[in-house]
């Protein structure tokens, strides 16, 4: 009696088990997809970044231009406060 219940328990497992590969397999192509996701969101972002990082380098080359340009000046660099750029 014993023995017949452990083979039953075993057929349940693995018919859970085959059932659960598809979901399984489910899970690991959405898992995936999320990646993907991701990889493009991280990319548009670092893209972005980068963009962004240039023009503030411009904007800084042309602000230690406009300051190097007139020694008399010193205080005054640019109309632009720096704080503005760096929120912008």
């Known amino acids: 009696m014993g023995k017949s219940k ?3 328990k ?17 899970q690991k192509k959405k898992l995936r997809e999320l990646k993907m996701k991701l990889k493009k ?4 972002t670092e ?10 380098k411009k904007q800084k ?3 230690k231009g ?6 008399g000046h010193e205080n ?3 109309d632009i406060p ?3 750029l760096l929120d912008s």
């Open 82 to 84: 720096i704080g503005d």
């Open 61 to 63: 080359k042309l602000l």
């Open 10 to 26: 075993r057929r349940s497992s693995s018919d859970d088990s085959s059932s659960s590969s598809s979901d399984a397999s489910e």
């Open 76 to 78: 005054e660099t640019a």
């Open 41 to 44: 969101e991280k990319r548009k």
């Open 47 to 56: 893209k972005a970044l980068k963009k962004k990082l240039k023009e503030l």
């Open 66 to 71: 406009s300051t190097s340009q007139s020694p």
């Open 6 to 8: 452990s083979k039953n």
